[in-house]
Antibody, heavy 121, light 108 residues
Framework: QEQLVESGGGVVQPGRSLRLSCAAAGFTFNSYAMHWVRQAPGKGLEWVASLSHDGTNKYFADSLKDRFTISRDKFKKTVDLQMRSLRPDDTALYFCARGSGSWVDYPFDVWGQGTMVIVSA | EIVLTQSPGTLSLSPGERATLSCRAS???????LAWYQQKPGQAPRLLIYGTSSRATGIPDRFSGSGSGTDFTLTISGLEPGDFAVYYCQHYGSSSLTFGGGTKVEIK
């Protein structure tokens, strides 16, 4: 079945970098836009970044675009989130989600279970 | 960037009652780009409604969405025990996607 599995989370010191990965299975990966969404403990959902099906269009939350990048590998069927200069307020559960179409203007119809990132000294 | 404001923050209702959740946008956008998600504790969000009023696959018809312009509504007619959760609206029609702050539907 359609599945997304995130990995790469953990405890990291402020100012360091971390790379999250999301592995897709059970669907034609190259046909769908992919997204990252995060959720700080006890808080709501925050959109982080989006990438079109072919990797040509990338979008980021304004507050994150200088520190985060998103990429995808069509052969490995993965979408990665590279995070730099991490801060304590980046602490959150990071979800990978599939858009239901090729471009970013589709709702998110498949979600992973998330990977936790804790930024702490 | 479109800001979505959800109200109320918490809705206390009994099973069988009707829930009406509001999502108000800071500017007008096409109703084609408004979605609702349900999230239960410890779980990922689940798509309920897209395009303001279309139900996602497998979503029962007690969930309905409506609205236009800047005002959108999710209605749950006849709350069932599994419906007590947090609900988020989302705008996905531009290069800046946003979520509302969420409405928690709790058992009264």
């Amino acid at each position: 079945q359609e599945q997304l599995v995130e990995s790469g989370g953990g405890v990291v010191q402020p100012g360091r970098s971390l790379r999250l990965s999301c592995a897709a299975a059970g669907f034609t990966f190259n046909s769908y836009a992919m997204h990252w969404v995060r959720q700080a403990p006890g808080k709501g959902l925050e959109w982080v970044a989006s990438l079109s099906h072919d990797g040509t269009n990338k979008y980021f939350a304004d507050s994150l675009k200088d520190r985060f990048t998103i990429s995808r590998d069509k052969f490995k069927k993965t979408v990665d989130l590279q995070m730099r200069s991490l801060r304590p307020d980046d602490t959150a559960l990071y979800f990978c989600a599939r858009g239901s179409g090729s471009w970013v203007d589709y709702p998110f119809d498949v979600w992973g279970q998330g990977t936790m990132v804790i930024v702490s000294a | 960037e479109i800001v979505l404001t959800q109200s109320p923050g918490t809705l206390s209702l009994s099973p069988g009652e009707r829930a009406t959740l509001s999502c108000r946008a800071s500017q007008i956008f096409s109703s084609s780009y408004l979605a609702w998600y349900q999230q239960k504790p410890g779980q990922a969000p689940r798509l309920l409604i897209y395009g303001t009023s279309s139900r996602a696959t497998g979503i029962p018809d007690r969930f309905s969405g409506s609205g236009s312009g800047t005002d959108f509504t999710l209605t749950i007619s006849g709350l069932e025990p599994g419906d007590f959760a947090v609900y988020y609206c989302q705008h996905y029609g531009s290069s800046s996607l946003t979520f509302g702050g969420g409405t928690k539907v709790e058992i009264k």
